[in-house]
């Protein structure tokens, strides 16, 4: 392999002899890289050195002090500039590859390798004494072939092995660990690739966010979200909660009928689908064998599942904004990785074209938010626009008013309603109406961007997104007041199955008609625009009306898991359904938005719509059932108790009995059963979540300065270019027929070193610069 000699050597004994000091001839150094395995190159002796001597010219290469251990220092020693002129390159190449051909006449021993060296000795000793990590990174910056990295790394496993095995008695905790630590790693290597090989539906988002851009995108990323949350409660719900009941369950004499599939009742009525078909009495396998509370398991499965939930609400919220919010691209825009990065293991047609299609979108987006951040309204279209936007809220208000008002008369003689109406079929009235509400209403709000015609997609969408989800939060409102104050109270044999079954015709008629819509809806739409009226051409997704149906979905599962257990797996499926409906739809009836826009932060906003309205309406409206709701008397696991939460009041008098459970006691009654207790944790997450906010404002104006930094230091670099550029002209203006003689001189020499040539030239105008410049 040729060796590599540096670009500084080449410029300056390429100059002529009077433009050469003596400082620089001293400086000339000549880097010999790839030499082979038995010339072991130093750090220090790997260099030419161009020395003046009173000897004749010549260019010696010698050999170290250290010739025995292979440690060659090839030296220069040059001559008096002033008598010979120009060095020569052809004598170090002439040497160089002397060195590299004929190791041997430089007394360097081929077979030697370099771990045998006094320099190979020094570095495994370093590396002994490192961690894995260390010694790692520190075997990969070596300039050297992989086999000899592999052959280091495993000398200094065996040199470590050795100095630990006369201490392994001392060092059998710190052995475990650095094995526990390798094992750790390793599983989580082998994990994060299985995890990304059977990630649902990663080949779909890649095609739907190349076609139609991050924004459509964000709500198939949001209902995946939701399909893994609900897997997640259908699991515990199961194995805590179904499996045990399975073991004491009667048999159903009910006849099935298929119509249950829509109504809920029948048959379902005494399935594990409903609380009412719960035993309350405790789970025993044999005599003096272990038992299993039911009402126990089933207010604290329940009860974890909301716990969990919540921690991971809040997780998910801070892991989006980490990474939406506060990312440093969101003022460098990644315009670096879009246009100067490519992948380069993308090799297949499809996935090439797929990645083309990903760049562009996102280079659209990019460019349509510096576009509408150059934008600027006159005073009269700012109030123009803000009385359209005041009018709209008025109008959204009060259809929300109306129809709000609607549902709550339709909910208060739906009792009535059942009893002169013997039909089966006629459960089906009340979710159907709010079924219609939820999907006209929205569509009417979406007809308001005719008149406020914001600027920034992203504005009207969450506009959108709060005018639906005031609707739809009031309208679950409403229900809840009428399943706790008249369900609840009207004294039927089990109001608990009453409200399950509602909640599941709600949530099973919101699927029905989000289906219809999508299958026939978005057809006939599609139609009309292309066929009957072209100007209105395909229509765009609308993602606030599509994720508040998800939000809605979710909400009623939340609420409905007390009642109906096996809620989470009807979501589950329903979920799976609706993303390939959803999928399906939009690649053959939808155009990409005519305004691309980015939605990093979207996920972000649909998460926390999901937690405060929906997650914390769900907690308050379950708080009340428990604590204050008497339970049927004749179904359920609580039955014939005042309350739901006295069952967990009578275990801890139980375990107050017991000696060995006195601490379970003490932490009921000081933390969980203690108002002082929640107000103390409740300051503090105040002061934790206001310390992190704090410092994610500090981040970001880090960010900000930084980014102004890196601009001002490239103005810099732009304004020192130019003074480099009129000063090269002016030289070439003042003295024209000294560089055409010394271009003539290189010419001579050889045509490569016109490149050389030119740099030499560059180093001096830059050196000149410097000096007319000193503070730049």
Known sequence: MRPLISNSVKNKTHQRPEMLSDDQVNEIIIEVENVPSGVQRHLVSNQIFPRKSSANPT????????????????????????????????????????????PEGLGIDETCTFHETVQGQKLIASLVPMTSRDKIKAIRTQPRTMQEKRELRKIVDKERSKQRHGAL?????????????????????????????IS?????????????????????????????????????????????????????????????????????????????????????????GPSYNMQLAYIFTIGACL???FFSLLFSMAKYFRN????????????????????????????VKLKQKNLSTEIRENLSEIRQENDRLTLNQQLTRFSAHVAAWLVSTGVAAACCAAVYYMAEYNSEFLKTHRNPGAVLLLPFVVSCINLAVPRFYSMFRLVERYE????????????????????????????????????????????????YRLLLMDFVFSLADSLLGEFLR?????????????????????????????????????????????????????????????????????????????????????????????????????????????????????SFIESIYSWIDTLSRMPGYLWVVWIYQNLIGSVHFFFILTLIVLIITYLYWQITEGRKIMIRLLHEQIINEGKDKMFLIEKLTKLQDMEKRANPSALILERREVEQQSPLHLEELNTAHDLRLRRSLREEYPEA
């Open 59 to 102: 260019v010696n290469m010698v050999s170290s002090s250290m010739m025995d251990t292979t440690d060659c220092q090839i030296c220069s020693n040059g001559n008096d500039r002033r008598q010979n002129g120009l060095l020569r390159f052809s004598s170090l190449n002439e040497s160089i590859s002397q060195i590299h051909h004929n």
């Open 169 to 197: 008695e001392a060092n059998c905790c710190a052995q475990c660990l650095n094995s526990l630590s390798l094992a750790y790693r390793r599983s989580r290597n082998n994990l994060s690739e299985l995890l990304n090989y």
């Open 200 to 288: 649902l539906w990663q080949k779909t988002f890649k095609v739907i966010g190349g076609k139609f851009g991050t924004s459509v995108l964000s709500y198939f990323s949001f209902l995946r979200w939701l399909l893994k949350f609900n897997i997640f409660l259908f699991v515990m719900n199961f194995s805590f909660i179904i499996i045990p009941q399975f073991t004491v369950a009667e048999q159903n004499t009910l006849q099935f009928t298929g119509l249950e599939f829509f109504t809920g009742a029948g048959y379902f009525r005494d399935t594990v689908m409903y609380y009412g078909f719960y035993t309350n009495s405790t789970i025993g396998h044999g005599t003096g």
């Open 307 to 309: 716990v969990i939930c």
């Open 324 to 351: 939406n919010f506060i990312n440093p691209h969101i003022y460098s825009r990644g315009i670096a990785k879009l246009v100067f990065c490519w992948d380069f293991t993308v090799t297949h047609e499809k996935a």
């Open 456 to 503: 920034v997609p992203r504005q009207e969408v969450y506009v959108l997104l709060i005018r639906n989800i005031l609707l739809k939060i009031s309208i679950i409102g409403i229900l809840c007041y009428y399943w706790l104050n008249i369900v609840a109270l009207s004294g039927e044999e089990c109001w608990e199955t009453l409200i399950g079954q509602d909640i």
């Open 526 to 642: 599609r139609l009309i625009g292309t066929k009957f009226i072209t100007s209105l051409s395909l229509q765009e997704f609308d993602i606030a009306r599509n994720v508040l149906e998800l939000i809605y979905a979710q909400t009623l599962t939340w609420l409905g898991i007390f009642f109906c257990p096996l809620l989470p797996f009807i979501q589950m499926i329903t979920l799976f359904i609706m993303f390939y409906v959803k999928n399906i739809s939009l690649m053959m009836n939808f155009q990409p938005p005519s305004k691309a826009w980015r939605a990093s932060q979207m996920i972000t906003f649909f998460i926390f719509l999901l937690f405060f309205p929906s997650f914390t309406g769900v907690l308050c409206t379950l708080a009340i059932t428990i604590w204050r709701l008497k339970p049927s008397a004749d179904c359920g696991p609580f039955r014939g108790l005042p």
